[in-house]
């Protein structure tokens, strides 16, 4: 029974609740006073007349009141040692088991469509991906293009065939900007990653890799745990780099033909750090099979659990027993009762500076949540899943990510998606969605606002509930107009960029999204929390036609680009680079 227990290692011997340790200085001078006590007694007994006193003084004996004094002390300390918390054993903590993360880096500028490598070079990095995804990786993978500015094509998701729907279409064209900020890269796919504490793995397809592009990707693997694996889109002869429709070819300030080849010194500097790998291209599936396999291979990442203090095993009923046992020394009729009095007739209400003598913090916590006060509840609830709640409930949503991130059940996960939708971050909200849909393939709200949250454009990343009840105004205001003033619906304008004006059908499009978006963002079910932590999302009041779309969305990613460059007043790096 006590094997577990015993022998007591005294390197790790420590308490829990050392503060209550302070309560051995009243209890040593109580044990003083009584004492100084008898010693008192003893000198008055003196003062009587020898032949008097054994009718005037009861008998009793001076070492069985003595002895009573000794018990009395080493009961209470025994007591408070246990209120302490003694320990010296460590609870065995699971760690979370979490899903590594995948993210492809495609090199979209325009010195892709150099012909070094046949077709061109992005079409063969396009293969790649294609038989990187054939691979099955088993990882949840998204898709992000850069040059002068990165953009997520497709977020997290471990339905491939969406990836691949995409691919076909890019192109330089669909950029905002020319050139190639693999820096800009980076810091999106660590945004896009951030959904889960596992590292990740960040692949680049990419043929622009200078001392750059060098330092951009030291500060990366420095400041993260992923690890990059790098496919040089580009052979050691190079090839020119062609202008956009034109058979002519991009010049440098000195009128000289940028020629674009592998920079081997570049490469060997790479291949130096740390968790970075350099693949050689191969005209089979040999090189990106090969980092499947790896991926596939380290999928599940245990996550070392947090030391805190109720990883420790508490001992203090060890030392419960022997002051019980001395209590039953040292009980004579009345003198335990009114021991106890001081603790029974003690404050037990939820108010009381002691209630935590009295009751757990969760229930001290559910007090509190039931008073409104959200905010104290927080700071008082143990439990994560009840400790986020009261962060909704309060409008502290980053707290109440946090505490939410620590369940990794479908009802953790869909809780995090309404926390990451309050704090206008919806890209990860989408991501949290998906997650929930697919970690319980029967849990209907995570599946219908999983569908809902897939209709929303991707680069709606940071929409919150005041943009969107704007956003369904604007519309409103705007269809009312044009039909009293009987002109076209100009409100999507900026998403053609550039003043570009957009086609009727893909206006059309964009508001059914629109509606869609509106009907999600003014859900009553993004605006609670249920206590219970099995919200359900409302039923839409009608059925939503959606048209159908081309297959083809390069038009509609060029037109997101821009609307995210607009509105996020993106900047590309100013190096004067237009390939």
Same mark, same amino acid.
């Given at each position: 029974?006590?094997? #577990?227990?015993?022998?007591?290692?005294?390197?790790?011997?420590?308490?829990?609740?050392?503060?209550?340790? =302070?309560?051995?200085?009243?209890?040593?001078?109580?044990?003083?006073?009584?004492?100084?006590?008898?010693?008192?007694?003893?000198?008055?007994?003196?003062?009587?007349?020898?032949?008097?006193?054994?009718?005037?003084?009861?008998?009793?004996?001076?070492?069985?009141?003595?002895?009573?004094?000794?018990?009395?002390?080493?009961?209470?300390?025994?007591?408070?040692?246990?209120?302490?918390?003694?320990? =010296?054993?460590?609870?065995? +903590?699971?760690?979370?088991?979490?899903?590594?993360?995948?993210?492809?880096?495609?090199?979209?500028?325009?010195?892709?469509?150099?012909?070094?490598?046949?077709?061109?070079?992005?079409?063969?990095?396009?293969?790649?991906?294609?038989?990187?995804?054939?691979?099955?990786?088993?990882?949840?993978?998204?898709?992000?293009?850069?040059?002068?500015?990165?953009?997520?094509?497709?977020?997290?998701?471990?339905?491939?065939?969406?990836?691949?729907?995409?691919?076909?279409?890019?192109?330089?064209?669909?950029?905002?900007?020319?050139?190639?900020?693999?820096?800009?890269?980076?810091?999106?796919?660590?945004? +896009?990653?951030?959904?889960?504490?596992?590292?990740?793995?960040?692949?680049?397809?990419?043929?622009?890799?200078?001392?750059?592009?060098?330092?951009?990707?030291?500060?990366?693997?420095?400041? /993260?745990?992923?690890? +990059?694996?790098?496919?040089?889109?580009?052979?050691?002869?190079?090839?020119?780099?062609?202008?956009? /429709?034109?058979?002519?070819?991009?010049?440098?300030?000195?009128?000289?033909?940028?020629?674009?080849?592998?920079?081997?010194?570049?490469?060997?500097?790479?291949?130096?750090?740390?968790?970075?790998?350099?693949?050689?291209?191969?005209?089979? #599936?040999?090189?990106?099979?090969?980092?499947?396999?790896?991926?596939?291979? /380290?999928?599940?990442?245990?996550?070392?659990?947090?030391?805190?203090?109720?990883?420790?095993?508490?001992?203090?009923?060890?030392?419960?027993?022997?002051?019980?046992?001395?209590?039953?020394?040292?009980?004579?009729?009345? =003198?335990?009762?009114?021991?106890?009095?001081?603790?029974?007739?003690?404050?037990?209400?939820?108010?009381? %500076?002691?209630?935590?003598?009295?009751?757990?913090?969760?229930?001290?916590?559910?007090?509190?949540?039931?008073?409104?006060?959200?905010?104290?509840?927080?700071?008082?609830?143990?439990?994560?899943?009840?400790?986020?709640?009261?962060?909704? %409930?309060?409008?502290?949503?980053? #707290?109440?990510?946090?505490?939410?991130?620590?369940?990794?059940?479908?009802?953790?996960?869909?809780?995090?998606?309404?926390?990451?939708?309050?704090?206008?971050?919806?890209?990860?909200?989408?991501?949290?969605?998906?997650?929930?849909?697919?970690?319980?393939?029967?849990?209907?709200?995570?599946?219908?606002?999983?569908?809902?949250?897939?209709?929303?454009?991707?680069?709606?990343?940071?929409?919150?509930?005041?943009?969107?009840?704007?956003?369904?105004?604007?519309?409103?205001?705007?269809? &009312?107009?044009?039909?009293?003033?009987?002109?076209?619906?100009?409100?999507?304008?900026?998403?053609?960029?550039? &003043?570009?004006?957009?086609?009727?059908?893909?206006?059309?499009?964009?508001?059914?999204?629109?509606?869609?978006?509106?009907?999600?963002?003014?859900? %009553?079910?993004?605006?609670?929390?249920?206590?219970?932590?099995?919200?359900?999302?409302?039923?839409?009041? &009608?059925?939503?036609?959606?048209?159908?779309?081309?297959?083809?969305?390069?038009?509609?990613?060029?037109?997101?680009?821009?609307?995210?460059?607009?509105?996020?007043?993106? %900047?590309?790096?100013?190096?004067?680079?237009?390939?």
């Amino acid at each position: 029974m006590f094997e #577990d227990i015993f022998p007591v290692d005294w390197e790790a011997f420590h308490f829990l609740r050392s503060k209550f340790l =302070w309560l051995l200085i009243p209890v040593a001078l109580i044990f003083i006073m009584g004492l100084i006590n008898m010693r008192q007694e003893f000198s008055w007994k003196k003062v009587i007349a020898p032949h008097l006193r054994p009718f005037v003084i009861k008998k009793g004996s001076d070492g069985t009141k003595l002895s009573m004094q000794v018990i009395l002390l080493l009961s209470l300390s025994f007591g408070i040692l246990a209120l302490a918390g003694p320990t =010296w054993k460590k609870v065995e +903590v699971p760690g979370k088991i979490l899903e590594t993360p995948v993210v492809i880096l495609l090199d979209l500028s325009q010195s892709m469509m150099a012909t070094d490598l046949q077709p061109t070079r992005l079409e063969r990095a396009k293969f790649k991906i294609n038989d990187f995804l054939k691979q099955n990786p088993q990882a949840r993978v998204a898709l992000v293009g850069f040059a002068g500015t990165a953009h997520t094509i497709v977020p997290l998701t471990r339905d491939y065939e969406i990836i691949t729907s995409h691919i076909d279409g890019l192109s330089p064209n669909v950029m905002p900007f020319p050139g190639s900020d693999l820096e800009a890269a980076f810091v999106l796919a660590d945004s +896009v990653m951030n959904v889960t504490d596992a590292p990740g793995t960040v692949l680049v397809f990419s043929d622009d890799l200078d001392q750059d592009e060098f330092t951009a990707i030291q500060n990366f693997v420095q400041d /993260n745990e992923d690890k +990059v694996d790098i496919l040089p889109m580009n052979t050691d002869a190079g090839a020119d780099v062609p202008m956009p /429709n034109s058979r002519a070819y991009f010049k440098d300030a000195e009128g000289n033909v940028v020629h674009s080849a592998i920079d081997k010194q570049v490469i060997s500097q790479l291949s130096s750090l740390d968790r970075v790998s350099i693949h050689q291209l191969t005209l089979d #599936d040999s090189d990106v099979e090969l980092i499947s396999k790896s991926i596939s291979d /380290n999928l599940k990442f245990t996550e070392k659990p947090e030391e805190k203090d109720n990883s420790w095993r508490d001992m203090g009923l060890l030392f419960v027993i022997p002051m019980l046992v001395l209590l039953l020394f040292w009980f004579r009729k009345g =003198w335990v009762i009114y021991t106890l009095m001081f603790f029974v007739l003690s404050s037990c209400t939820d108010g009381s %500076k002691i209630a935590g003598l009295w009751y757990t913090p969760d229930f001290q916590g559910q007090k509190l949540s039931e008073k409104g006060d959200y905010a104290q509840a927080a700071k008082r609830f143990e439990d994560p899943m009840r400790k986020g709640v009261a962060n909704f %409930k309060a409008g502290n949503y980053a #707290d109440a990510i946090n505490d939410f991130k620590e369940d990794t059940t479908a009802h953790g996960a869909y809780n995090l998606g309404l926390a990451y939708f309050q704090s206008g971050d919806t890209l990860s909200a989408r991501l949290a969605f998906q997650s929930a849909a697919e970690l319980d393939p029967s849990f209907a709200p995570a599946q219908q606002i999983n569908k809902q949250m897939q209709m929303i454009p991707h680069g709606e990343d940071s929409m919150t509930p005041a943009k969107a009840e704007e956003a369904k105004d604007g519309e409103d205001g705007n269809q &009312g107009e044009a039909k009293d003033n009987n002109v076209p619906n100009e409100s999507m304008e900026n998403l053609g960029g550039g &003043g570009q004006e957009a086609t009727k059908k893909d206006m059309e499009t964009q508001r059914q999204e629109e509606t869609v978006s509106s009907n999600i963002h003014m859900g %009553k079910e993004l605006d609670e929390v249920p206590d219970d932590l099995n919200a359900t999302t409302q039923q839409t009041g &009608g059925k939503m036609l959606m048209r159908k779309i081309d297959d083809d969305p390069s038009l509609f990613l060029k037109k997101k680009f821009e609307f995210q460059v607009k509105e996020k007043k993106i %900047k590309p790096k100013a190096d004067g680079k237009k390939w």
